[in-house]
């Protein structure tokens, strides 16, 4: 093409190659099967691409620059020139000295789904495949320094979209542009799409409201698995957490938590359709702090996000090899602290690949939430941990590990907590003087304040009976503890002090015990009396049982007789003695589960209050 070229020769030749390279693509989608043939036409084509955008710039050059003036004819042809840069038919990009994309026809934002805007002020070498990438940059280089023109292929990926491409790269001078330009003109091999058709990525009003609705319903999907009892039962909260995001928002999910002082690699998630176990594991054990951007986030508290990676040692490099995030094969990272009251918890960093969608700053705002959240769930389940721990304490001081072996009698026990983490009610076997004692009961309420007053009763009388012949004599003097306290708190209970087949027995308040016949006969013993701490004079029942071979006797909580089936009758008394009869030779064991099991077919399965069951048998 001759240095001179009128402005409609220009067009004129213009229009022509958009003919041509309309013919090519049909040729293409017509014989799929003979691709070079197209191939080198379409070269031919780029190379009259690349001499038509020259001529146009030689045009632009000699365009004078006039000022004052309404619009001159120049001006007008300036436009026109602006014009057909924007409708040229084979997509191009103009680079700074830098790489930075500064000018942008319609075809490359079409091709790569974003709009001009979006790409204008980015370095173009972020759209190159990470492996070529550093090449490209050298013939970017070359061709800036020495003015020759450098065909390079590679693959181009945005937006989910990879496309193999030929690009020339020449030299510009611009007018009206202080540094010289590069213009890289793009031939499309080969495309693939994931996800969407190609085209313009649709951000219509419609569009950004189903984005956002696709976020809070992550959002709200978080917020109900944190919630979750397992999440706050079991350490499992943040690779929960992980796991959902690796599902719907990344394709690499790094979770890193602070203990003791320090960050630790918490969980590694990648993607599921590709063999990446050895990486995971590599990645598992490296430490946070060598990764700079994480260190940054957990330092200063603030989320970032890198849409289009330029800096490839973000995530630092893997043990004697390459940037980590190269290997990754990333494209767009986005790093949210985990908040916690007075600092960082940790941090998720999240990975997209090539083909898919960079983050955006909404992604980032989303995510931020997400790390709130999960910062509360942490912190609730510390504390969830820390109250089920004092709570574990109070059981163990309430209810005994394991029964002692009580020579001459056979002793088992049953006991569920019923809708309270903390129990109130007790049970205990324990050595008294020339002999055994057991106690049962619990304090009228629920929580910490009744679990340890139960817990003072039990552990009281295991003291008083070192110097107390007499359970009665033993409840007595807690009872005068418990109205000098002036807590309130009140507490049923039996205690029994067993001597050869000799037991005697005190009850304050609490329902009298069973006693099953070798004959299938059940009787039921005093009970009664004045719960302790309601008066300093308070009545104790007592009686004397002697016991012979088979006989057994069960003490119960409140809780077994006072339990309802669906129409609110209570299980009651009788139905319990029902049951014992029915247990005759049984040992306590079976006895126990016996009466459990015919409660819970009772109640349908429905426990509300404690339920405590303590069976001895002679032998």
């Known amino acids: 093409m001759t240095d001179a070229i009128g402005l409609q020769a220009l067009e004129q030749a213009l229009s022509a190659l958009t003919t041509r390279v309309s013919s090519l693509r049909e040729a293409r989608s017509a014989y799929p099967a003979d691709p070079r043939s197209t191939l080198d036409a379409a070269l031919a084509e780029l190379d009259t691409a690349r001499e038509l955008?020259?001529?146009?710039?030689?045009?632009?050059?000699?365009?004078?620059?006039?000022?004052?003036?309404?619009?001159?004819?120049?001006?007008?042809?300036?436009?026109?020139?602006?014009?057909?840069?924007?409708?040229?038919?084979?997509?191009?990009?103009?680079?700074?000295?830098?790489?930075?994309?500064?000018?942008?026809?319609?075809?490359?934002?079409?091709?790569l789904g974003s709009p001009a805007g979006y790409l204008i002020g980015r370095p173009f070498p972020l759209l190159v495949d990470v492996s070529r990438r550093a090449a490209f940059r050298s013939h970017l280089t070359a061709v800036q320094q020495g003015g020759q023109t450098a065909t390079f292929q590679t693959r181009l990926a945005h937006q989910g979209r990879a496309h193999t491409v030929q690009l020339a790269v020449t030299r510009l001078t611009m007018p009206g542009e202080p540094q010289e330009m590069t213009a890289v003109m793009i031939l499309p091999l080969e495309a693939q799409v994931a996800g969407p058709p190609p085209g313009p990525v649709d951000r219509s009003d419609a569009s950004l409201v189903i984005a956002a609705a696709r976020r809070q319903e992550l959002l709200s999907r978080m917020t109900r698995l944190l919630l979750d009892e397992e999440s706050l039962r079991q350490p499992v909260t943040v690779t929960r957490a992980a796991r959902l995001l690796a599902a719907e928002s990344a394709d690499w999910v790094i979770a890193d938590v602070v203990r003791d002082g320090m960050p630790r690699r918490a969980c590694v998630l990648g993607p599921s359709d590709k063999p990446v176990t050895d990486l995971v594991r590599m990645i598992e054990g490296m430490t946070p702090l060598t990764a700079p951007a994480v260190a940054h986030v957990l330092t200063g508290g603030s989320g970032v996000v890198h849409e289009m990676l330029e800096e490839e040692g973000l995530l630092g490099d893997i043990p004697g090899g390459p940037p980590l995030l190269r290997v990754m094969g990333a494209a767009s990272v986005l790093i949210v602290p985990i908040q916690g009251e007075a600092g960082a918890l940790g941090a998720l960093t999240l990975v997209r690949l090539r083909d898919r969608e960079p983050f955006s700053l909404a992604d980032l705002g989303l995510m931020e939430e997400i790390g709130a959240h999960l910062g509360l769930a942490l912190r609730a389940r510390r504390s969830f941990q820390t109250r089920s721990q004092a709570a574990d304490a109070l059981r163990t001081s309430v209810v005994p590990r394991s029964l002692p072996d009580i020579p001459g009698f056979e002793a088992a026990a049953i006991y569920h907590a019923g809708s309270s983490p903390v129990g109130a009610e007790f049970y205990d076997v324990f050595p008294v003087l020339d002999g055994w004692g057991f106690a049962l009961g619990g304090s009228a309420g629920k929580g910490e304040e009744a679990a340890s007053v139960s817990a003072m009763v039990r552990n009281g009388l295991r003291v008083l009976s070192v110097w107390e012949s007499d359970p009665g004599e033993a409840l007595r003097k807690l009872n005068h503890a418990l109205t000098a306290q002036n807590s309130g708190m009140f507490v049923m209970a039996v205690a029994g002090f067993v001597r050869a087949r000799k037991i005697r027995l005190a009850s304050a308040g609490h329902h009298p015990a069973a006693l099953l016949q070798p004959d299938g006969g059940v009787r039921f013993t005093a009970g009664g009396g004045v719960p302790l701490g309601i008066g300093a004079e308070a009545e104790m029942f007592t009686e004397e049982l002697t016991l012979t071979s088979g006989q057994t006797l069960v003490f119960y909580s409140d809780g077994l007789v006072a339990s309802q089936n669906e129409q609110g009758e209570p299980y009651g008394e009788s139905r319990l003695a029902d049951v014992l009869a029915r247990c005759v030779a049984q040992s306590p064991a079976t006895v126990v589960k016996a009466i459990e099991e015919d409660r819970h077919a009772f109640s349908g399965g429905r426990v509300w209050d404690e339920i405590v069951i303590l069976a001895l048998r002679v032998v």
């Open 53 to 111: 955008l020259e001529a146009s710039l030689r045009e632009l050059r000699k365009a004078p620059k006039r000022s004052g003036e309404r619009e001159s004819g120049s001006q007008r042809e300036l436009k026109l020139l602006r014009q057909v840069f924007r409708t040229f038919p084979v997509p191009v990009v103009v680079l700074d000295a830098s790489g930075v994309v500064r000018r942008i026809s319609a075809e490359t934002s079409q091709m």
